[in-house]
Nanobody, 121 residues
Framework: EVQLVEAGGGMVQPGGSLRLSCVAS????????MSWVRQAPGKEPEWVAT????????YYLDSVKGRFTISRDDAKNMLFLQMYDLKPEDTARYFC??????????????WGQGTQVTVSS
């Protein structure tokens, strides 16, 4: 079975940084698109970033471009999201997910349990 386990969330002040990680198992990680998705309380899930097999090119939600970087380490079956200059509107639970932007919000995608990111002064 597909398993995705996120870590690295926490509470930071505006302008702070966090690095999220996701450990994947149960599928051919290196052959799949991977994405990050976030969901704030009371809101619909929002796609954040996608990375393809081979790691390039990457894609980002406009509001996080220049601040977030998605990367992967296929040898370790790991996905990362480096976040800089965090803003209160980035507060959400962050999930790693299988598939590209067109897949992650469908039932074809597998998600992890998520890790909470809270940006507050």
């Amino acid at each position: 079975e597909v398993q995705l386990v996120e870590a690295g969330g926490g509470m930071v002040q505006p302008g702070g940084s966090l690095r999220l990680s996701c450990v994947a198992s149960g599928f051919r990680f290196s052959d799949d698109f991977m994405s990050w998705v976030r969901q704030a309380p009371g809101k619909e899930p929002e796609w954040v970033a996608t990375i393809p097999p081979g790691a390039s090119p990457t894609y980002y939600l406009d509001s996080v471009k220049g601040r977030f970087t998605i990367s992967r380490d296929d040898a370790k079956n790991m996905l990362f999201l480096q976040m800089y200059d965090l803003k209160p509107e980035d507060t959400a639970r962050y999930f790693c997910a299988t598939g590209s932007r067109t897949v992650v919000l469908t039932t074809s995608s597998s998600w992890g349990q998520g890790t909470q990111v809270t940006v507050s002064s």
